[in-house]
């Protein structure tokens, strides 16, 4: 059988990560904006990447800062600096974009960074029409407990192209739990940036870039 869709994770895999220490650097300037001139270097690097509630709640608890006015500051700084660097060419599409316009079915995003950056990257690179549906976070705390390996956003996006056989294509071991936990299939792009990543769990397909896709038998490509 064929899938009805392919979902796409999106930095990493459709666009060029933003380097980490841009991302520090946002979330340094989120602390400097509420009065927190000199954070701790760990509690910057905890709330840069794979922030969870409690985690955020531990560590504004110890500059006694609302998380979520803290959290509203950050999302603020990291989606700025997101939208500099691709304005500057430090982030692009990725050269094997392109098999993606080959793809004969409907198409989606599903991303853990802002939902605002998303469209943001989208409508920079002039690729937003080619995606039928795209997720990304809501600028909340809750929006953290909904993010990948939890398929919360996953379902939403197959819910919207009224489809349930999909592939879910992402870099990280969270877009592949997230994919078995949705009951989708998955397909681990082993970009340069994730070259030694040992994976606990296995995905459906290991490729080395989206161009391989396109020889997924049940992947449906145009003229095929």
Known sequence: MSYEAVLFDNDGVLVEP????????????AFDALGVPDPDPDDIDRLSLGVTPDVLADVCA???????????ARDYHSSHAQRVELRAGRAA?????????????PRGIVSSNQQDTVEFMHDFFATR???????????TIRSLARKKPDPYYLHRALSDLAVDRALFVGDSESDVLAAQNAGLDAAFVRRPHR???????DPTYEL??????????GVP????
């Open 208 to 217: 080395d870039g989206l161009s391989d896709l396109l020889g997924i038998d």
């Open 129 to 139: 029409d080619l995606f039928a549906t795209a997720y990304g976070r809501d600028p």
């Open 18 to 29: 933003i380097e980490r220490s841009v991302l520090r650097r946002a979330t340094w300037e």
């Open 221 to 224: 490509v145009r003229g095929r």
């Open 195 to 201: 070259e030694t990543d040992e994976l606990s769990v």
């Open 93 to 105: 599409l990725y050269d094997d974009f392109d098999a993606v316009r080959e793809i004969d079915a």
């Open 62 to 72: 110890a500059y006694d800062l609302d998380p979520a006015r803290f959290w509203r």
